[in-house]
């Protein structure tokens, strides 16, 4: 089994890296410091693949990943860096000199990691492979010149059975004096090099490159170009001295130029099987990756959530800029990821960036770019995050909170579409969409002058209003449903949760949610982290949303009083009617029925203007009507 030692001083990295890497067959070692993976090697030996964090206590992964490369004497063994998501082109050239293979920046995608795992392991196989096939040929051809060495010696006081030996081998061979002089050269070196006279000297000659392996040590083999009759060809060369009267050494010269295209072709081959699967798993992560963040899922059947699927389905195709507007919590990165992955720019970048996570003093060089020597510490230029975009998308998310300069920047980019990098005289047109987002009221800050009207103006030609979950309270079982499936499948616990209780439901639909969908998974990622199954029960819930849903109920007056006067005790399990979540297709069926009734009630009937509101083809709104078994409107 293939071993694998992970290094990192964060406890959680190493079980998430671990987790995942065992998952797909491999056994694999931690350790939280450089010192505890030199002693894990001392104590287990050698790894095959070694994960590595670039900061660690005491020495550093750069100090750790050249102890492993010289102290251990493992050069050719994969080692792969995590590092930092700031890290810059210097740490991965300081990586890459202290002796790595590969590396990711953290955060680590479970995936993007397997196929680097994979990709090196092949790659470290295929080197071996070809290391043994050139030992194979080293002990051929040293078993041929072991022999040939033989025969020489035997014959060395025999010169014309050693001249006629020389000229059958198929190997230019040549016979050179102490000084330097050709005493004889057999017919394979003529029909090379052309007619070679006898006592000429060696270095004017075509075969004067010898003399670059004169001074090497007898019987060791060098690889030397030499210009032919038949143009430039890779020689292997090895010299014996000859033992007689005069010192003589003699040249076998054996022409490896077409192993050694052979062995390139090979290898190269198999760079390119391994960059091919590389490039097919890329792309199946791709695709995966636009399914994950498709408008379809952003779930919900209520009439507000139709109507963000609309105006995405209008507008995914459309370069004009979208402000996205709505409480935190409630979607709207999904909505702008929705607007990039279904539309034409799929396959170009998505730049997501929180305006008020950038300091004001580098907000114009984050966005706009910087060239080298702009300011103090600019030792190379900077691209910018809107040319970092370039054929995709910007999402600029809390765009209430961008700082009044870059905001004049920005209304000019809207206006011009060019950009103007800190410290340059050039305008560069850059071709990016722009995405927005806001929890803000922009027009209060208009009137406080800490948002510029005119951009404003720029900004809500085109919105989209994501609902806050109190807005659409019968979503509740749908996204009960999809958060039960989504965690079941992401947890490692093998617990099968089929519903939620009707007490739950009820303090859900009277709870207000200020956190929306968010705070809604996190209770189920609670809930179902304790709770035993397959129902989640009120005891599963945090005690802060029964105290919550208690003081709401007793306001409300009329509303359901599940959970009245639960205080801060927990209620103890008991039996009671449970409310069963019912099965995907069912719902979505459900669901687009509940659509095409609506677009036939505001169409009057008329199915063709339905079919336009739905968004599909009058065939396709035909075959749904006969599958719902809707004959008439209102039927």
């Not at 030992?135 to 001249?163: A, C, G, P, S, Y």
């Not at 809500?460 to 999809?482: G, K, Q, T, W």
């Not at 009245?564 to 009671?576: A, M, N, R």
């Amino acid at each position: 089994m293939i071993r694998i030692l992970v290094v990192d001083d964060q406890v959680e990295i190493l079980a998430l890296t671990r987790r995942s890497l065992e998952a797909a067959g491999y056994s694999v070692s931690t350790a939280e410091s450089g010192e505890a993976a030199l002693r894990e090697i001392q104590e287990r030996g050698p790894f095959d693949l070694y994960l590595l964090d670039v900061v660690l206590p005491g020495i550093s992964g750069y100090e750790l990943c050249r102890n492993i490369r010289e102290d251990f004497g493992l050069p050719d063994t994969p080692i792969l860096f995590m590092t930092a998501e700031r890290g810059g082109t210097e740490d991965l050239v300081q990586a890459f000199q202290s002796g790595a293979s590969d590396f990711l920046r953290k955060p680590v995608d479970s995936r993007e990691l397997l196929a680097r795992v994979q990709m090196l392991l092949k790659l470290r196989k295929a080197i071996q492979g070809a290391q043994l096939t050139n030992e194979r040929l080293r002990i051929l051809v040293d078993e041929r010149t072991k022999v040939l060495q033989e025969t020489f010696q035997e014959l060395k006081n025999q010169r014309d059975l050693f001249e006629r030996v020389v000229q059958g081998i198929p190997a230019a061979v040549v016979l050179v004096s102490d000084g330097g002089w050709i005493l004889s050269a057999n017919q394979e070196c003529s029909r090379l090099f052309g007619p070679i006279e006898r006592q000429t000297p060696l270095q004017h000659g075509p075969l004067a490159g010898l003399l670059a392996v004169q001074e090497e040590k007898s019987g060791a083999k060098e690889p030397i170009w030499l210009e032919t009759c038949e143009g430039r060809r890779l020689f292997e060369v090895e010299k014996s001295p000859l033992v007689s009267d005069v010192p003589e050494t003699l040249y076998y010269l054996r022409d490896i130029t077409e192993q050694q295209r052979v062995l390139e072709e090979s290898t190269m081959r198999v760079v390119e099987d391994l960059v091919e699967d590389l490039q097919g798993e890329i792309q199946t992560l791709k695709a995966e990756l636009h399914g994950r963040y498709q408008i379809s899922n952003f779930v919900g059947t209520s009439a507000p959530v139709a109507k963000i699927h609309r105006a995405v389905n209008q507008l995914r195709g459309s370069n004009v800029p979208v402000l996205v507007r709505g409480e935190s919590g409630t979607g709207k990165e999904l909505v702008a990821r929705a607007l990039h992955y279904d539309g034409p720019r799929a396959h170009g970048p998505f730049v997501p960036v929180h305006c008020g996570a950038i300091p004001k003093d580098l907000a114009e060089s984050e966005f706009f770019g910087h060239v080298q020597g702009a300011f103090s510490g600019a030792t190379q230029g900077s691209l910018g995050l809107f040319a970092r975009a370039e054929g995709g998308t910007l999402f600029l998310d809390e765009i209430g909170e961008m700082p009044l300069p870059i905001q004049a920047k920005l209304l000019r980019f809207l206006e011009s579409g060019e950009v103007r990098p800190v410290g340059s005289s050039e305008v560069r047109n850059v071709k990016t969409r722009l995405v927005f987002a806001t929890n803000k009221d922009l027009k209060k800050m208009v009137r406080e002058g800490t948002f510029r009207a005119d951009l404003l103006y720029r900004l809500d030609v085109v919105s989209i209003y994501i609902p806050s979950l109190r807005e659409r309270p019968e979503d509740l079982p749908r996204l009960a449903e999809h958060f039960l499936k989504k965690h079941q499948l992401l947890s490692e616990v093998q617990k099968d949760f089929i519903g939620i209780s009707r007490e739950v439901l009820a303090i859900f639909e009277a709870h207000d949610w200020p956190g929306n969908v968010r705070e809604l998974e996190n209770v189920f990622v609670r809930a179902m982290a304790i709770a035993p199954g397959p129902v989640l029960q009120v005891e599963d819930l945090p005690r802060d949303l029964l105290r919550y849903r208690t003081k709401r109920t007793r306001r409300g007056g009329g509303r359901s009083q599940v959970g009245e006067g639960l205080g801060d005790s927990l209620p103890q399990p008991k039996e009671e009617p449970r409310i069963l979540l019912p099965h995907l297709p069912t719902r979505k069926r459900e669901a687009e029925k509940k659509a095409i009734l609506e677009a036939l009630k505001k169409s009057g009937g008329n199915k063709p203007q339905a079919a336009k509101i739905l968004g599909i083809g009058r065939s396709s709104l035909y075959r749904k009507l006969k599958a719902f078994g809707i004959s008439q409107f209102g039927s």
